[in-house]
């Protein structure tokens, strides 16, 4: 196995991380924390929204998920590494709790995205999200 072979095994765990760092930083709400896996001149297009750069992004972020409690499931992750850029795609089911009494709102969608890799190590730069089907009543955002 070649250096660059290794390297490779490398950058896709730390995308793959992102990946799944994504459903965690919206699951547990941890906006403020957005320039930990998102570039600062994100594009996000979801059924939340479209919208561009990483405080807007984490703006509409608090706004789509301001309810008891989401689980997003990211699965299927594929990777496709260009140097220090990257595409990848993934499964998502989200469940939006707004309320513990009521039937919960699911989401099957089909996640794609970028990343890149600057002085700070692998952030994703575009996140799209293509849905698939849904269940239950969508919450409103404010």
């Known amino acids: 196995m ?4 290794l390297q490779g095994i490398v ?5 793959a991380d992102l990946i799944s760092g994504l459903g965690l930083w919206l699951d ?3 906006f403020d924390e957005a320039r ?3 570039s600062e001149d994100v594009t996000v297009d979801s059924p939340g929204g479209s919208t561009q750069g990483v405080d807007l992004v984490a703006d509409q972020a608090r706004r789509n998920h301001d309810v008891d409690s989401t689980q997003h499931v990211i699965t299927n ?6 140097g220090d850029q990257a ?10 709790v707004e309320d513990a009494d009521e039937a919960p709102y699911s989401l099957g969608a089909r996640y794609g995205f970028r990343a890149v890799r600057g002085p700070e190590g692998w952030r994703l730069s575009r996140v799209h999200v293509t849905p698939a089907w849904s269940r239950g009543r969508r919450p409103v955002v404010s």
């Open 2 to 5: 070649t250096t660059a072979d």
């Open 11 to 15: 950058d896709r765990q730390a995308i």
């Open 28 to 30: 547990e709400k941890r």
């Open 36 to 38: 930990s896996i998102l």
């Open 77 to 82: 992750i594929v990777i496709d590494l260009e």
């Open 87 to 96: 595409t990848a795609s993934a499964n998502l089911i989200a469940t939006f």
